[in-house]
């Protein structure tokens, strides 16, 4: 079975510029979230969708942080403007219902020059 | 105070020993554990969930003390390949679901 799959893996931008991070979860997978992993501050939750709908937004940094969730098989974090201390490693992650463990993408790890 | 805190290590074991981490939970309204390894520059992997009687998978053993708040995770037999973070992870879900992870322990077994 294809695991949770997060494009790009890689994405290296100028300050300033639209950066657009994408998922798919597993299939039946009713959470998706997506989480923010620094050195200093380990793994962050920015925000977590049930059923394609956000829950819980409290921890997108600020309103250059949106995050979509169009239908059950596709999501996107959007950072406008990028800055360089979003540079991180961006994680999606999918869970079949509460309380159901996460099943986490390889990420994106995320360079903002 | 934290909502999950962990010793984060490092724990510099030599192989064949046997180690154990703790985690603390702050929130008593926890319903569900787990432990999740990661290796360097790769994403968290679920190794085990956490169960209320304590749960074995191999050389590894998780237990959970609701009273006290913390799970603990114990590995025998130490491998070099054990060599990496874990992180627990404490899931309260309620009015909504908060899943919360600790900084993780870094393990690093040496031959």
């Known amino acids: 079975d294809a695991g949770v799959i997060q494009s790009p893996r890689h994405e290296v931008t100028e300050m300033g510029q639209e950066v657009t991070l994408r998922c798919k979860p597993i299939?039946?997978?009713?959470?998706l979230f997506w989480y923010r992993q620094t050195m200093m501050r380990g793994l962050e939750l920015l925000i977590y969708?049930?059923?394609?709908?956000?829950?819980?937004d409290s921890g997108m940094p600020e309103d250059r942080f949106s995050a979509k969730m169009p239908n059950a098989s596709f999501s996107t974090l959007k950072i406008q403007p990028s800055e360089p201390r979003d540079s991180a490693v961006y994680f999606c992650a999918s869970s079949l219902q509460v309380n159901s463990p996460l099943h986490f993408g390889n990420g994106t790890r995320l360079t903002v020059t | 105070r934290k909502e999950v805190e962990q010793d984060p290590g490092p724990f510099n074991v030599p192989e064949g020993a046997t180690v154990a981490f703790n985690c603390t939970y702050s929130?008593?309204?926890?319903?569900?554990f787990f432990w999740y390894r990661q290796d360097c520059r790769k994403e968290p992997k679920l190794l085990m969930s956490v169960y209320s009687s304590g749960n074995e998978d191999g050389r590894f053993t998780a237990q959970l003390n609701r009273a006290s708040q913390y799970i603990s995770l114990l590995i025998r037999d130490s491998k070099l390949s054990d060599s990496a973070t874990y992180l627990c992870v404490v899931n309260r879900a309620g009015g909504y679901q908060k899943v919360t992870f600790g900084t993780g322990t870094k393990l690093q077994v040496i031959p």
């Open positions: 929130n008593s309204a926890s319903q569900s």
């Open positions: 969708f049930n059923n394609n709908v956000p829950i819980d």
């Open positions: 299939s039946g997978h009713d959470y």
